[in-house]
């Protein structure tokens, strides 16, 4: 069973518009969430995380959103760039030694 | 500043052939680290993840088994690959938190 779920497989959107990539979870101990992005042939890069005690962190265009009450968290890029195009990645913390379960990724497109 | 390193960046085994892959983090001490494979079209599963020097935990049953004989030294092997060992396999290391991704290797069992 899926503990964390990226249900779009994919998204393309138009440059300088905002892209939304979204995260379901099933388990509301998870206390520590991060988005990752990935291109093809390379290992992912941390982007930005979010503890449960905040609903909301940023970071220049990146903006994470956490909704602890509907399980949820969605990454928001802002204005998007072609460079954005990539597969995104959210993880949880789970258990100890700082495991972490990904979801499956959603592939954005940011289109000129 | 801290570097992690894999290689092979590529590789192509036959069926039933062994495999051993490296991973060494470069400055930091006593770091997790951790083995990940992400098959084609599928997201990253975590195979194996050591807290310490010969200390592997496994996390799904599979045909490769993890090493850890010194701090910063991590190792993916198999005695005999099948079809469906073959993927992008990754390495990463976090000194508690987010965790930092080497390259990856890409693995092609024909």
């Known amino acids: 069973d899926q503990q964390v779920k990226q249900n779009s497989p994919s998204l393309s959107v138009q440059e300088g518009r905002i892209s939304i990539l979204n995260c379901d979870y099933t388990?509301?101990?998870?206390?520590?969430f991060l988005w990752y992005k990935k291109y093809p042939a390379e290992g992912p890069t941390f982007l930005i995380s979010?503890?449960?005690?905040?609903d909301k962190n940023e970071d220049g265009r990146f903006t994470v959103f956490l909704n602890k009450s509907a399980k949820h968290l969605s990454l928001h890029i802002v204005p998007s760039q072609p460079g954005d195009s990539a597969v995104y990645f959210c993880?949880?913390?789970?258990?100890?030694?700082?495991?972490?379960?990904f979801g499956t990724g959603t592939r954005l497109q940011v289109t000129l | 500043s801290q570097t992690i390193h894999q290689w092979p960046a590529t590789l192509v085994q036959p069926v039933g052939s062994p495999l051993s892959l490296e991973c060494t983090v470069e400055?930091?001490?006593?770091?997790?680290l951790y083995w990940y494979r992400q098959a084609a079209g599928r997201g990253l599963q975590l195979l194996f993840y050591?807290?310490?020097?010969?200390?592997i935990s496994s996390e799904v049953p599979q045909n490769l088994s993890a090493s850890r004989p010194q701090d910063r030294q991590f190792i993916l092997s198999s005695k005999k690959l099948l079809l469906s060992d073959s993927g992008f396999y990754l390495c990463?290391?976090?000194?508690?938190?987010?965790?930092?991704f080497g390259p990856g290797t890409r693995l092609l069992v024909l």
């Open positions: 990463a290391w976090s000194p508690g938190g987010y965790q930092y």
């Open positions: 388990n509301s101990m998870f206390d520590y």
């Open positions: 979010i503890s449960s005690i905040k």
């Open positions: 993880a949880v913390v789970t258990g100890t030694a700082s495991k972490l379960t």
């Open positions: 400055g930091t001490s006593n770091p997790n």
């Open positions: 050591s807290v310490g020097i010969g200390q």
